[in-house]
Nanobody, 124 residues
Framework: QVQLVESGGGLVQAGGSLRLSCAAS????????MGWFRQAPGKEREFVAA????????YYADSVKGRFTISRDNAKNTVYLQMNSLKPEDTAVYYC?????????????????WGQGTQVTVSS
């Protein structure tokens, strides 16, 4: 069993930055790829970024490419999402999740364990 706890969300002005953290329990954390998703009110949960178990391979949604950076520290059982040049359309609840390595990177159904989410609000 893996438990995930996100933190680092908040209110920021457009153009600002935030760093989200996702702390995981469980000794198998370093064995699994991870991802970040977000969900805005009235919208479906959407893929944001993902990272391989080693951290050597990363994936990004087109909407955040060049602005967001995903990373992980397996020694700390933590995944990060550095978000720069934030836009009002980035406003959402952000979730981290553990992916089944045999399944698609960008589909939410590929992820077995989810955190409770952290709210990010970007004002214009």
């Amino acid at each position: 069993q893996v438990q995930l706890v996100e933190s680092g969300g908040g209110l920021v002005q457009a153009g600002g930055s935030l760093r989200l953290s996702c702390a995981a329990s469980g000794r198998l954390f370093s064995s699994y790829p991870m991802g970040w998703f977000r969900q805005a009110p009235g919208k479906e949960r959407e893929f944001v970024a993902a990272i391989s178990w080693s951290g050597g391979v990363t994936y990004y949604a087109d909407s955040v490419k060049g602005r967001f950076t995903i990373s992980r520290d397996n020694a700390k059982n933590t995944v990060y999402l550095q978000m720069n040049s934030l836009k009002p359309e980035d406003t959402a609840v952000y979730y981290c999740a553990v992916r089944d390595p045999a399944k698609s990177v960008t589909m939410a159904v590929s992820y077995a364990y989810w955190g409770q989410g952290t709210q990010v609000t970007v004002s214009s």
